[in-house]
C-alpha cells in the first residue's frame, strides 16, 4: 500500500514565524503536490514538483516555498506566516505522469495566531 | 480550464439504503478520480477511473468519457460512509498534473 505521512497532524504557529511541513511518501512516487483546503474554496494546488530539485507553481504559491532534495521528501514552507495561511495543508504523490493517481497524507491542519 | 461539478451537494440517508453521486466534467480527461474525506479530513481514495466500470465492495463507479460524467454507487449504506465524496479529474494540459476538484457531496447517513 502507499503510504503518505505528514509530519504533523496539528500545528499552532504565530504570526511572522517560519514553517515547516514535511512531507513523506515511500512508494517511490516521481511526482509529490501541496494543496490547501479551505471551507467555500475547496482544494487548491500550492506546489508540485515531478522530479528531485524540480518544482513548478500551482494556484496559489504567493506566500509558500517548496524543497525536494529527496525522492522520498517534498517540504511547504511557510516563510512568514500569516493569519490568512491558516488552513488545512494536504500532500499528495503520485507515481508519474503516465500513471497518475495521486494518494493523499493524513493532513496537517495549521493555524497561525 | 476544466470545470468539475458534482451532485448532489448535500445528501441524507438512513442506513441500509442505496445511493448515487453524480459528477459532471466539461472536458475531455486523463484521470478522474473519487475520493472520500473522512471526519479527520484525509482523503482516501475509492477509484482510479478515468472510463469504465470498476467495483470494491458495496460502492462501484462508472465513468462515461464520451459524455463527460461519472457515478459513484453507495448500496447498502453505514453510518461509517459518511463524509465528504469527491470526484478530481487531470485533464489533457500538456503534461500539467494538476487535479481538478469538485465541491463535493456531503454524506450524512443516519443510524
Known amino acids: 500500500d502507499v503510504k503518505v505521512t505528514q509530519s504533523s497532524r496539528y500545528l499552532v504557529k504565530r504570526t511572522g514565524e517560519k514553517v515547516f511541513l514535511e512531507c513523506v511518501q515511500d512508494?517511490?512516487?516521481?511526482?509529490m503536490f501541496w494543496y490547501r483546503q479551505d471551507p467555500g474554496l475547496g482544494l487548491r494546488l500550492i506546489y508540485f514538483s515531478y522530479d528531485v530539485k524540480m518544482k513548478e507553481k500551482g494556484d496559489i504559491p504567493e506566500g509558500y516555498s517548496v524543497s525536494r532534495e529527496k525522492k522520498e521528501r517534498f517540504s511547504l514552507i511557510l516563510e512568514s506566516a500569516s493569519t490568512n495561511q491558516t488552513s488545512m495543508y494536504l500532500c499528495?504523490?503520485?507515481?508519474?505522469?503516465?500513471?497518475?493517481?495521486?494518494?493523499f497524507g493524513p493532513g496537517t491542519r495549521l493555524t497561525v495566531l | 480550464g476544466i470545470q468539475v461539478e458534482q451532485s448532489p451537494p448535500d445528501l441524507i440517508l438512513q442506513e441500509g439504503a442505496n445511493s448515487t453521486l453524480r459528477c459532471n466534467f466539461s472536458d475531455s480527461v486523463n484521470n478522474l478520480q473519487w475520493f472520500h474525506q473522512n471526519p479527520w479530513g484525509q482523503l482516501i481514495n475509492l477509484f482510479y477511473?478515468?472510463?469504465g466500470t470498476k467495483q470494491n465492495g458495496r460502492l462501484s463507479a462508472t465513468t462515461v468519457a464520451t459524455e463527460r460524467y461519472s457515478l459513484l454507487y453507495i448500496s447498502s449504506s453505514q453510518t461509517t460512509d459518511s463524509g465528504v465524496y469527491f470526484c478530481a479529474v487531470l485533464g489533457p494540459q500538456g503534461g500539467s498534473e494538476k487535479l481538478v476538484f469538485g465541491k463535493g457531496t456531503k454524506l450524512t447517513v443516519n443510524p
Open positions: 512508494m517511490d512516487h516521481e511526482n
Open positions: 477511473i478515468p472510463s
Open positions: 499528495a504523490s503520485s507515481l508519474f505522469a503516465e500513471i497518475n493517481e495521486q494518494f
